[in-house]
């Protein structure tokens, strides 16, 4: 049997994964999460034209929910567009008859592929360099989103589990050690290691809605680099209102995130990685802000339409 394989017949045959199936159930049985209102754009931009095909495969779990967010504010119509650029995706906004090419850089690296940036009238870069691109000036930061459109979905559920369970764990860290493998296993160490702290999670893959329901009832969630400086477990985490500590981020989202407001920064080295989960774990009235702040930064600046509302609004006055 193939490791593939054989990881799937552990989780199906899992109970734990089966019970979150009849949570999963009763949760599509009562519906999604509302939808934010929508504010008001440029009047102008009143078709986005979507590729009917991607470069690559690894560019739906990234499209799809901005093309959601746009849908949502536009009209959407699907349009073939060619897509020679690898991590790039290539779609229009018609604005008053004039089409205008626009770039969505979702590569996990922080470079920019010049020749494309050179042809677009707007370049979204999700892995932004904090001192962003001065010889490309068109070259934006595009924030950041999760393939999970069970978070996207179900996103008020998971925060109201913070208030109605018992703490799955003090620190929560599940992490993959495909990428940024040594930082990873480090910090799962010193955490699994401490006896100050109750620590859940490990390398170990689950069901991806019991991955969300640990992560979104625990105390303290870490976040680590994955690939590029941004991982999916961020916007999870915001979404989710968890307190989150982990390493300052090498890319920038278009509102940066405040030390000891929305996040918490430690060392680098992960020197004070623990000490800092602890005191947080252990401190609810100086968590709870933390929470309340995360939650609305997503609210505000990471939600699908709110990304999609930025985008139109910038590609109209541009």
Avoid at 44 to 71: E, M, S
Avoid at 111 to 135: I, N
Wanted: glycine fraction near 6%; aromatic fraction near 10%; proline fraction near 6%.
């Amino acid at each position: 049997m193939s490791p593939k394989l054989a990881q799937r017949f552990r989780l199906a045959t899992d109970p734990t994964s089966w019970r979150a199936s009849l949570t999963d159930a009763r949760w599509r049985r009562d519906g999604s999460c509302a939808q934010p209102s929508t504010r008001a754009t440029t009047a102008q931009c009143t078709t986005v034209y979507w590729p009917t095909r991607y470069q690559h495969p690894n560019a739906a779990p990234f499209g799809r929910p901005i093309r959601d967010g746009l849908g949502a504010i536009a009209k959407l119509v699907a349009m073939e567009i060619d897509q020679p650029y690898e991590g790039i995706i290539i779609f229009a906004v018609d604005i008053d008859g004039d089409l205008k090419r626009v770039a969505i850089d979702y590569f996990d690296f922080t470079f920019v592929h010049k020749r494309c940036a050179s042809e677009v009238d707007t370049y979204f870069k999700l892995q932004y360099l904090p001192q962003g691109y001065p010889d490309s000036p068109n070259v934006l930061a595009g924030g950041y989103v999760t393939s999970s459109s069970f978070l996207y979905t179900y996103w008020c559920r998971l925060r109201a589990l913070r208030d109605k369970r018992s703490p799955s764990a003090d620190v929560f860290a599940r992490f993959g050690l495909r990428y940024s493998t040594e930082i990873r296993r480090a910090a799962i160490n010193l955490l699994d290691s401490d006896p100050r702290i109750a620590y859940g999670g490990g390398t170990r893959p689950t069901r991806h809605s019991v991955y969300l329901r640990e992560m979104a009832t625990a105390k303290v969630c870490v976040d680590m680099p994955g690939q590029g400086p941004f991982c999916y477990r961020l916007v999870e985490c915001l979404a989710m209102g968890c307190c989150i500590v982990g390493p300052r981020h090498k890319a920038s989202l278009p509102v940066s995130l405040s030390n000891g407001v929305e996040i918490i920064y430690c060392a680098d080295d992960l020197s004070d990685l623990v000490d800092l989960c602890a005191s947080y774990a252990q401190d609810e009235a100086r968590r709870k802000p933390v929470e309340v702040a995360a939650a609305k930064y997503f609210d505000d600046h990471l939600h699908p339409i709110r990304i999609a509302e930025r985008y139109l609004t910038i590609i109209c006055d541009r």
